[in-house]
């Protein structure tokens, strides 16, 4: 069966530091990978979504990257953190376009 | 601007009765539907997704779809305590887009 892992699952970073979640699929070829942010109250909203390995696709232009190095593993990353990114990360993968999302636990994300 | 739009509630509901949570959404070219259950500080899993018009029933959970009225609705019957959490409807058209979710309590 498949699983998702996403760590760590809580973060609290000073401002101006760096930052990275990794996340990793087993089971499954070739997944579809996605990082969304969901901040206090507020819907889901995608950060990147990658087809294959080194594709990324960005949504939202912002100082966060992301990077497929290896087929089932997807990274977020930040240079210099600012306050605005603080909130709760999800990892979330799908074998087809049309179906549902698998998210992983989440990471919790406090920037001081 | 692609929108789904939910209430965000509570809605309150007793125990045993039938909770109704319901979504509409601008683009009318969605094609897919999702119904996720979110528990408090935990990441949502998906329960229920319907393409078509109609209704779908799963156990306790039945989806329903109307494209013409860009529509989607869960209803859970017999609601229990456990079903206590925020709902999220999504819908897939070009792109996946999330509601903010609703919030759904059972009273025991």
């Known amino acids: 069966s498949q699983t998702i892992h996403q760590w760590p699952a809580t973060l609290v970073q000073p401002v101006g530091s760096p930052l990275s979640l990794e996340c990793t699929v087993e089971?499954?070829?070739?997944?579809?990978l996605y990082w969304y942010r969901q901040a206090a109250g507020r819907g889901l909203q995608l950060l990147f979504y990658?087809?294959?390995?080194?594709?990324i696709s960005s949504e939202v232009p912002q100082n966060l990257s992301a990077s497929r190095p290896q087929d089932r593993q997807f990274i977020l990353s930040s240079k210099k953190l600012l306050l605005s990114d603080s909130g709760f990360y999800l990892c979330?993968?799908?074998?087809?376009?049309?179906?549902?999302?698998?998210f992983g636990s989440g990471t919790r994300l406090t920037v001081v | 601007q692609k929108e789904v739009e939910q209430n965000s509630g509570p809605l309150s509901v007793p125990e045993g009765a039938i909770a109704s949570l319901n979504c509409t959404y601008s683009d009318r070219g969605s094609q897919s539907f999702f119904w996720y259950r979110q528990y408090s500080g935990k990441s949502p899993e998906l329960i229920m997704f319907?393409?078509?018009?109609g209704d779908k029933e799963d156990g306790r959970f039945t989806a329903q779809l109307n494209k013409a009225s860009q529509y989607v609705s869960l209803l859970i019957r017999d609601s229990q305590p456990s079903d206590s959490a925020t709902y999220l409807c999504a819908v897939r058209g070009f792109k996946t887009i999330f509601g903010a979710g609703t919030r759904l309590f059972v009273k025991a």
């Open positions: 990658s087809v294959g390995i080194g594709q």
């Open positions: 979330a993968w799908n074998d087809r376009q049309a179906y549902g999302y698998t």
């Open positions: 089971g499954t070829s070739n997944p579809n």
């Open positions: 319907i393409y078509s018009n």
